[in-house]
């Protein structure tokens, strides 16, 4: 049986958005679907239609993607959903193949997107472009080894201050970061900062603290407290969740994390997103006790191989050639030599033997420059015909700062 792809219509919207949240398992609400509405482009969402009824959402936002030395435009997928009624069917295939081609056909070279499970888009040419560690500390064990006292002050701000405030200092961050993307003022008010009592899982409202030193502003978390008490000790045992925390230098992140640290009334202290080479393990009298659970995080697709590979900088010059397989996005396979020279990438097409063969997924994983090649294949993920040209292509694509994307979405 086949089923009609189609852009969605807005009398139509709030049957997607209660299709997607079926299909996650989640009950919907009109606030629910207001906020999605907010934030979604009509001409980027998409239903697959079994007559007249929605069996498969998928939508995709416009995203200014951080890449090594620039910006990219990126289509940050989202909303995919099946219902179990139409599963194993073909339509996520389906319904993946058709984005994609919308995405190619706007000049968009790159995807990413937030898996919920880490065995699906693997088939559709994602790889694991930037991880992220969730990490969990007694409050006890927070001590830092440099004992220096704190300096500057911390602020708690209203949701209206929050607006006019942290937006430059996020700013400052992503510019060097590699897989964070620009967010415009609908982005911080409906998804960043929303705070909606349905959301917090009991949890407290969202806290926003604000660090500043010599009246410049360069720290922010924002934040919920679980409050909660053993009666039979008369102690609380709650914990503090840091949502997202930014700091524009070493010593703006250590006080902001001071802030987060003495927080009365908890005994934890857990965070979500956090980089992978997070400064906070090296800060730590008692690093041991900093938790810490390594997931996937960030997931990238090349959309456009010569749009990507020449609109990114290098680390190191150099040359290196390669074939890509890529049979969902078939314009992007072939032989190629990617030449660095000063810095800047040029993608030509590759004549005689090729250095590396590797999948569309490979490319998207190593692409942001926090997935080294040498461990693809070491996996067996990757094709060397010439020895050492995976630890050229390390060289080339390494980034100082390691990619990381602070939210979900």
């Not at 880490?118 to 080894?145: C, D, H, W």
């Not at 490979?362 to 926090?370: D, F, K, P, T």
């Amino acid at each position: 049986m086949t089923y009609e792809i189609r852009p969605v219509s807005e009398e139509r919207f709030p049957d997607l958005v209660e299709v997607a949240e079926t299909a996650f398992g989640e009950e919907g609400s009109e606030e629910g679907t207001r906020r999605f509405r907010a934030v979604t482009d009509l001409d980027r969402t998409v239903a697959a239609f079994d007559g007249d009824d929605i069996v498969g959402t998928n939508s995709s936002f416009a995203f200014s993607l951080t890449v090594p030395g620039g910006e990219l435009p990126t289509a940050g997928v989202t909303l995919v959903g099946v219902p179990p009624t139409h599963r194993r069917r073909g339509i996520l295939r389906d319904m993946m193949r058709y984005q994609l081609e919308d995405v190619h056909k706007r000049g968009e070279p790159l995807a990413i997107l937030w898996a919920s499970e880490s065995n699906i888009y693997q088939r559709f040419g994602y790889g694991t472009a930037a991880r992220m560690a969730f990490i969990n500390i007694l409050k006890e064990r927070t001590a830092f080894l440099d004992s220096t006292p704190a300096v500057g002050q911390v602020k708690l701000l209203s949701p209206d201050d929050s607006l006019r405030a942290l937006p430059p200092i996020y700013d400052k961050v992503r510019a060097r970061t590699p897989g964070m993307y620009r967010r415009d003022e609908t982005w911080w008010t409906e998804h960043t900062l929303y705070d909606h009592k349905d959301i917090r899982e009991g949890m407290s409202p969202l806290f926003r603290a604000m660090w500043t030193h010599d009246d410049d502003a360069q720290a922010y978390a924002t934040y919920r407290v679980k409050s909660d008490w053993d009666d039979d000790e008369g102690a609380p045992t709650g914990y503090v969740m840091v949502r997202e925390l930014q700091a524009t230098s070493p010593l703006a992140l250590r006080e902001m994390w001071r802030y987060i640290f003495g927080i009365d009334l908890v005994t934890r202290i857990k965070a979500y997103g956090q980089p992978m080479d997070d400064p906070l393990f090296f800060m730590l009298a008692e690093p041991r006790r900093l938790q810490t659970q390594i997931e996937d995080g960030l997931w990238l697709r090349v959309v456009d191989v010569r749009g990507a590979l020449e609109g990114r900088s290098y680390s190191a010059d150099g040359q290196v050639s390669f074939a890509l397989r890529d049979d969902i996005c078939p314009w992007n396979q072939g032989r190629y030599t990617l030449e660095v020279k000063s810095g800047e990438g040029r993608l030509t097409e590759a004549a005689g033997d090729v250095d590396l063969e590797l999948s569309a997924r490979e490319l998207g994983a190593i692409y942001l420059g926090g997935t080294p090649l040498t461990s693809l294949l070491g996996a067996g993920r990757v094709v060397q015909n010439n020895p050492g040209a995976a630890r050229k292509v390390d060289l080339m694509f390494y980034s100082e700062v390691t990619p990381r994307c602070p939210e979900n979405f």
